[in-house]
């Protein structure tokens, strides 16, 4: 891809996601000010505990087509049908969990309502997930990035009403189902498209200039389990390590005491959108086809980019423990003024965390991923060890300190995996 073109691509999805960022922090800003603390952190509990299992919906499917078809190029299509069973069976048990677990936890009635009614809000996040992948292998960035912003665009309409027009009490109750109506366009749209992805109409990109495959064996359902797991775990793993903590609070503390770490976790989410578009959005479908055909420009990249991303990292360090002090009282109200001491904290994860997405991003190409999964299991187990034993310590200061030790175990997992393992030849020469 030219320079240019590739410049216009990264400016669309970065500049979709920023806008579906901001429309996804005015929506927090506007739900903090309405709820109050106790029903904004009720609310945010129990969203963290459904993102907490939507990645077994799906489990790895959307990532396991960007390394499959960077691989096998049209051959790919084979594994799409095994695939599509294998989502509704892992979506259907996600689902299940969530049932269960609201039936069964220490959760009061209002809760348990809201976990209920944010299984349709798994089941959106499943097909944005699925759809932005086929999105990604066409390279069809403009319609990626609309995907991107419309939930986030929907919400904040759906509450900017009730908050400006009407005369509607707002509870964590109507919070949720605001996220479970705007996702049920999302749903049907998904639908629609994967059934063009079963019939072969899509477009591949990245192969034109490449040598036919020779045909293969259409996989099984178990090659299909066998081959998704890794990137169902790391995105299990991914999603403990960055939200558990807002669920733990709730548990442990209480909600308003996860209502102010969600609003610090708010900030730091819009924070950390620039490399997430880059690497995530972006970059990904090429690294695969890099890894496998062209490992000098693969290289290249990932040097320049671990660069960019501490300078970025630390610039935006530098901007939240300078803004924040008098952002949150203005944006939130002085009910969240307890936010300024855990973004102090939390915003040292800032460069850690860019440089993350740099490093680890390499893992995910050949076989490497699952030696990225093991480190994120490692990772996310010790995050919930340190959040317990921080918190109990010194409550939401301690869960963001936990934050940033995890943070850094995980980067240096990932640096010393890619220096050992994914570029092992540049290191001998070096």
């Known amino acids: 891809m030219l320079k240019s073109k590739a410049l216009k691509a990264i400016s669309l999805l970065w500049l979709s996601s920023l806008l579906g960022a901001g429309c996804a922090f005015f929506t927090q800003v506007i739900m903090a000010r309405e709820l109050g603390l106790e029903q904004f952190g009720l609310f945010s509990s129990a969203l963290s505990l459904a993102a907490l299992l939507t990645p077994i919906a799906g489990f790895g499917i959307p990532q396991l087509w960007l390394k499959i078809f960077g691989e096998e190029g049209r051959n790919g299509v084979r594994w799409l049908n095994p695939s599509f069973l294998f989502i509704v069976q892992t979506t259907l048990f996600a689902i299940g969990v969530i049932f269960l677990w609201a039936w069964l936890g220490p959760h009061s009635v209002q809760m348990r309502t809201v976990l209920i009614t944010l299984t349709l809000y798994t089941i959106g996040q499943v097909f944005i997930e ?12 403009m319609l990626l990035g609309v995907i991107q912003l419309t939930p986030h665009a929907l919400r904040l309409i759906a509450f900017s009403v009730l908050h400006f027009f009407a005369a509607l009490t ?4 109507t919070a949720a189902v605001i996220y479970a109506v705007v996702a049920s366009p999302i749903i049907i749209w998904g639908v629609s ?22 045909p293969k064996e259409a996989p099984t359902l178990k090659n299909v389990a066998a081959n998704a797991w890794p990137f169902g775990l790391a995105g299990a793993f991914h999603i403990i390590i ?3 903590n807002i669920v733990l609070i709730g548990y442990m503390i209480g909600p308003s005491s996860a209502g102010i770490f969600n609003v610090a976790f708010t900030v730091m989410t819009a924070v950390y959108l620039l490399p997430t578009v880059i690497y995530q959005k972006f970059l990904l479908p090429k690294f695969h086809i890099w890894a496998n055909f062209e490992r000098d420009k693969f290289y290249k990249v990932y ?35 307890d936010v300024i001491s855990v973004l102090s904290i939390l915003a040292v994860c800032a460069p850690i965390r860019f440089l993350a997405n740099s490093v680890g991003a390499v893992l995910i190409t050949q076989q490497h991923m699952k030696k990225k999964v093991y480190f994120m ?12 034993s921080l918190t109990k310590l010194w409550g939401q200061s301690g869960a963001a300190i936990a934050t940033i030790l995890s943070d850094s175990v995980l980067l240096a997992f990932y640096y010393f995996s890619a220096r050992c393992w994914v570029f092992k030849e540049h290191r001998q020469t070096n």
């Open 303 to 337: 040097k320049s980019g671990n660069q960019l991303m501490l300078i970025l990292g630390v610039l935006a360090m530098a901007a939240i423990m300078i803004f924040s002090p008098w952002a949150i009282p203005f944006l939130f109200g002085s009910e969240y003024s």
């Open 193 to 214: 498209e994967m059934g063009k992805m079963r019939k072969g109409k899509f477009s591949l990109k990245g192969h034109e200039n490449r040598c036919d495959f020779s």
């Open 130 to 141: 699925v759809s932005s992948s086929k999105l990604q292998l066409e390279e069809r960035y």
């Open 242 to 244: 960055s939200q558990a």
């Open 170 to 173: 707002l509870t964590a109750s």
């Open 377 to 388: 299991g490692v990772t996310a187990f010790l995050n919930i060890v340190f959040i317990v």
